[in-house]
């Protein structure tokens, strides 16, 4: 078969990412994206120079993806509690089932380890937080910082399916964190 001559960028990412969840940044090599994309090593190291600098723009790919999501998830979130939850649980859905969850963890190892990508994260959190705020604007008796409560509530509603993962685990977020809005309402 002829290599192509041509490759978007989002569809080299694309291969970045799954060689990432199977193998960790480790597998990543210019011989491994090339035989997976069809494109040659020569190629990949003229757009992108380093292993590390196609790592990392894959990587960065992937947050613009999760931000403009979370853009669009907490623009048609009905401003409510369960607005709130539907926005969470509509993040979740990504997250697929229990290996493609693990899988992941190794990508997020990576953005742990980069202050570039942590400040990014850091800044999506924040940006989530807000959103969850304004869900709760106008419900009486909110908690202040409710926003953030709420975060911690899904990263740990995720962690608990992780070990128990029975039915899909945006099912089982919206369970969750319906259960926190209705201990909040007391």
Partial sequence: ?????????????????????ERGAEGVTFASVAERSGLSGATLVQRFGTKQMLVHAALVHAWQGLEERTRRFAEEAERSPQGAVLLLQKLSGSYGDIDTYADNLRILREDLRDPELRARGAAWVETLVAALDQCFAATPGAPEGVGRLMVAQWQGALLLWGFSPDGAVDLFVRDHLERFVRALAR
Wanted: a positive charge; aromatic letters at 4%; hydrophobic letters at 50%.
């Fill in 1 to 21: 078969m002829a290599r192509p001559r041509k490759m978007p960028d989002e569809a080299i990412f694309n291969h970045v990412h799954v060689l990432m969840q």
